[in-house]
């Protein structure tokens, strides 16, 4: 099972971003999936998340309305457009697998609940 991430790297504030998790080794078609920030002052951090389907995206208060969420089951991929990035937007972006979704929940914040993790790629958003 491998979730690879990329798109990550320096961008101004206000700028744009979009990253990109290929997933192999598991049914991604059956998977929910998330993605999750982590940076050394505020731990990990859940950011969004979308169905099976990819018919129902869900967010963070802390990016509503600024990032999309979505996925190419096609092709394996989750994707997430960032915009209007802010420098609080910086830190380390993975992707993760879960099978129950959590739509934004408390449950969201479970992380021994995601089954399969990416290792991240890093987002610097410059002031």
């Given at each position: 099972v491998q979730l690879v991430e990329s798109g990550g790297g320096l961008v101004q504030s206000g700028g744009s971003l979009r990253l990109s998790c290929a997933a192999s080794g598991f049914t991604f078609s059956s998977y929910h999936m998330s993605w999750v920030r982590q940076t050394p002052g505020k731990g990990l951090e859940w950011v969004s998340g979308i169905d099976n389907e990819g018919?129902?995206?869900?967010?963070?208060?802390?990016?509503?309305?600024?990032?999309?969420?979505?996925?190419?089951?096609?092709?394996n991929t989750l994707y997430l457009q960032m915009n209007s990035l802010k420098p609080d937007d910086t830190a380390v972006y993975s992707c993760a697998a879960d099978r129950s979704g959590c739509y934004a929940g408390s449950w969201c914040y479970d992380w021994s609940a995601y089954r399969y993790w990416g290792q991240g790629t890093q987002v610097t958003v410059s002031s």
């Open positions: 018919s129902n995206p869900y967010y963070a208060d802390s990016v509503k309305g600024r990032f999309t969420i979505s996925r190419d089951n096609a092709k």
